[in-house]
């Protein structure tokens, strides 16, 4: 679509987080709209409980600790939409609020940025590696088990410079972050290897957006919704509907991920995949459900519920050390 003129109509102002990397997001997200609607649009810096707490977000209830005051503000009418990573998103959606866009998504999986180059089989016997995940932490202690890898993981807070820094420093060997992070702030090259999704499932909706708005305002809304990928949209409503029905919040040790089987050409079926664990890694529960490509909200949600069911049948309910607030 050509640009639009703007004429006098005010800026919109587009709601982020202060973080490097959420204004690297939000910066993406006003040019498309700016290239959609050829007006000027502003981000509006915000300050979220999750960003000034320096405890650990099992500690502080990971769920909407990133996202509530940005949801304020839209519901003050202070800013006009909001661009969150999905993955922070509590599952429950405010009545008054609208998921207006789910672009598209980008490399869903973890990343390794390890000292000397390293990738995670070569790791050192007591490397120390740093996530603020429980869900990293699970399967990696998994894995590491399963391998003979003798690992450490070691709980950390802090932006994409503070965690990358303690490698630098030599306080650990290893970080893990997410490969979409680092890509939209141009670091990707840092990365010394990437986790494989069979090894390491990503958490329920990591690497894509979500673009809110109120929902009275309709002609944003359609606005907006000219950046949604409808297939992007269907994989993380299966996710969030898994962690939902497990009534996990986001901070719990879930992972999941909704693609294509693989080897298949033409998009016909929906795989998910769903992981529960105990942090120390000693115990899994890891299934996974296909089925037809959903062309409705309520078809991926069915899918996200049929995994979950089988995965509380299997004792999964009993390895979530956060439950949904």
Known sequence: MTERASGTERPLRLGTRRSKLAMAQSGHVAAAVRRLTGRSVELVEITTYGDTSREHLAQIGGTGVFVTALRDALLAGEVDFAVHSLKDLPTTQPGDLVLAAIPRREDPRDALVA??????????????VGTGSPRRMAQLNAYARVHGLAIETVPIRGNVDTRIGFVRDGELDAVVLAAAGLNRIGRIEEATGFLPVDAVLPAPGQGALAVECPAADAALIATLAELDDPHTRAAVTAERSLLAALEAGCSAPVGALADLPAGERAVHEMRLRGVVGTTDGSTLVQLSVTGPVPSSHDEAVALGRELASEMLAK??????GERAL
Do not use: N, S
């Not at 180059?117 to 490397?127: E, I, M, S």
């Not at 004792?315 to 979530?320: C, D, Q, S, V």
């Open 315 to 320: 004792g999964a309910a009993g390895l979530m």
């Open 115 to 128: 000292r000397d180059g390293l990738t995670l089989d070569r790791l050192p016997r007591g490397a120390r």
